[in-house]
């Protein structure tokens, strides 16, 4: 793996545990489940090492957190506001960089529903505050930084938020967002707000006027807008609006597993042919496919190969939107308010306990890229699809 400069840094370590804030037993980073490798042979294993080290390998979309062992506690763990960064973890992932989608809608400090501007807030500037204690993960917020990080063994760390909601109908929040170091933003969860309609909808009315500014708006900032997930139309509406290329930083592909959370065909060429690209997903029971209805590896690279048979690999890549702890468990807890059963709605899946060689943040770029040398793919391509992609788009994107 990548030589860091990872020292064993603890997340809040400046401060003393139990005096100056509640502690929790937090979820192993490294070996909570049963370790899983792709099986290649050792000149493969070799090829994949290097390719991990050669390209840039950025994540689209995760959430680098350690969350307690016990998921009954995970609320009252949100509540109080001081969320743990998996630096161990991450130190063992391959990644060069990782979008880290924060809390947003269940950062839950003075609201019950999630989405509060306060709260959002203060989540960010709480893992600022900590990342600014430690030399391993850097507050990245241009392309240089990325490239700056990877050349001194460091790992990127970029803030983006899974929805607008936060802004309410105050455009001039995005320029505070941006200000603040938010560099990507979807622009509608599952839920509707000013923006548009998000998948949960029953039906969608598409990009409002006041969206139609906000993407204007990002354009002009150079923040970077995800659809991921928007609904269908609000979708097709912000590709067109946009003068950039837009990002799906995690998804899959709704022709494999008929779920509202995946997308479909024409939103998928559209983001391409606007020079976009779409990350794939691995959320537990996300990226399920006919051939492979358990939740693994396995199914989810078949949404990759799907995609870039559909759009050509210059536009696909990974956002796996893992974390460190029991996934399966925080959806539970937080169903309601991630929309899980709308997004599922009438697909019927064997629930699993964790997703099977891409369970963490540590575990999935080192299996994506041997899955990936495993079956033949060219180095050209896949420096494209664990990187070189996102950064060609950002390079476009972010000023």
Known sequence: MKKTQYDGYQSFQYLKAGEDYKTYTLAKELGRVPAYTVDISDAEEERARRLLNEGTVISLHDHAMSIPEDTSRVIEYFSAGRIHTGYEGLSQSGLDAVFDALLDGIAIITSKMGWKWTDVIHDLGMRLSDIAHQDFVVHATTVDDIRQAKANGQLAWIANLESSTPIENEIERLEVLYGLGI????????????????????????????????????????????????GDQTALDTIEVSDKPVFITHAGARALWPSRRLKPDEVIEACADKGGVIGIEAAPHTTLTKEHP???????MQHFEYCVDLV???????????????????????????????????????????????????EAFPNIVRWLVKHGYSDGDIKKAIGGNTMRVLEEVWV
């Open 294 to 300: 358990e939740h693994s590896i396995e199914s989810y």
């Open 183 to 230: 560099r990507c933003m979807g622009i509608v969860y599952s839920e509707a707000n000013s923006l548009g309609s998000g998948l949960r909808e029953p039906t969608d009315g598409g990009l409002s006027v006041f969206g139609r500014q906000c993407v204007k708006r990002m354009n002009k900032i150079g923040m970077a807008i995800d659809v991921s997930h928007a």
């Open 312 to 362: 050509g690999v210059d536009h696909a890549a990974f956002g796996p939107d893992t974390l460190f702890g029991d996934h399966v468990g925080l959806h539970h807890a937080f169903a309601e308010h991630l929309s899980i059963a709308q997004s599922h709605k009438a697909v019927d899946y064997e629930e699993v306990e964790y997703v099977k060689g891409i369970e963490n943040p540590a």
